[in-house]
């Protein structure tokens, strides 16, 4: 087993490639409509000097992949992380055009990232990060262009700051340059629980062949964040059990339930891991219980090769972006585990920024529940369509994802003249 470790591949960006010669083998793509949807159109790296709180000035680093855009302007968040690399970036931008393609969204991928830890930043300094990167990429973003978003350690008021900088740059006011911004500026209802709630929809379309009963059904969710979080209330509140979930700290078990509002009452005054009468679990133990359902919520390549055999889960609902390797895509496979793959478990995020986004060019804003009711219908559609595609080329779910998506966005080079 050692020696499958060493030889996996992960790099996320050979990763992608990979994903999409299987999906595109399948379809008999043309080579060069292949060559052209492996790599990105543009990657830009940059540096700015931001001014810290002791009077220092320290060089940060990001970089904005815009993968493709043949079906419309790119689209995808910006990571803040001290991991962040170049290929990392590439990887997640060429994930999102296909995640756009499986919901039918009118965009292409593009995502950023600032290698930084916001821990370690004041607020300020926090703000003015935000403020220089997006200063150093107001170029090549715009709301007919590339629209960023927020990602793993962005928030809402991160969006905010950006939108604004953006806004003087050009002299006008942009809500639709970001999405995932605050209320106030033009984000929508709806967006913050999104990602969360759009991977339910997928789940229960998934159970729902097999006759089960959220009740008795238990969850182990890795990461608490904007997607883990949320997505542990939601499945609360329609009954399913949660028994483990974990952050950057480590995670708890309670094979009972654990009473999720405590646990979020616990992440936001101290540590998740105060929980009482929980047991103290390892990020890596938790992907390994004995639970029905297995979310991913933290980030990439956390199952490989090295402990696939070692799941348990009957379904995994990938709410983190590339959480399996395709090494472990096999295993799983093998065993009967059904995958729902990121690029469609987690398309409820993009699918809500679209609708921010609709609604930024319309100046016109939509109630709550018609943005849930909306994502509802784009979500079950597209798992839908996903689950029949799979069914009749006797594919997995990912595989069948992409194909519909690669079958997308080839058509519409096709129909610019590109190949
Ligand atoms: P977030 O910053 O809100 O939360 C990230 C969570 O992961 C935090 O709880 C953090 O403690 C935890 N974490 C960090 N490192 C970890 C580790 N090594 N082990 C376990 N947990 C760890 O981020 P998010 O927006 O929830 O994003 C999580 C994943 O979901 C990412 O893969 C992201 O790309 C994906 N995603 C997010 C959105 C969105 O709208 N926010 C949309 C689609 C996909």
Known sequence: MQKTVEKENLNPYEIVQKQIDTAAALLRLPSHAVEILKRPKRVLAVSFPVKMDDGSVRVFEGFRSQHNDAVGPTKGGIRFHPDVTMDEVKALSMWMSFKCGVVGLPYGGGKGGVICDPHE?????LERVSRGFMEAI??????????PAPDVYTTPQIMGWMMDTYSRLKGAYSPGVITGKPLAVGGSKGRNEATARGCVFTILEALKDSGRKPAETTVAIQGYGNAGRIAARLLTELGFRIVAVSDSRGGIYHGAGLNIPKVGQLKDTSTILDYPGATAISNEQLLELEVDILIPAALENVITAANADRVRAKWIAEAANGPTTPDADAILREKGVVVIPDILANAGGV????????????????????????????????YRSVAELAEKYKVDLR???YMISLLRIKEAM???GWI
């Open 121 to 125: 930043l004041s607020a300020g300094e």
């Open 351 to 382: 699918t809500v920024s679209y609708f921010e986004w609709v609604q930024n060019l319309m100046h016109y804003y939509w109630s709550e529940q018609e943005v849930n009711e909306k994502l509802q219908t784009a979500m079950v559609n597209a």
């Open 399 to 401: 595989t069948g994802a």
């Open 414 to 416: 096709e129909a610019r």
């Open 138 to 147: 107001a170029d090549i973003v715009g709301p007919d262009t590339d629209i």
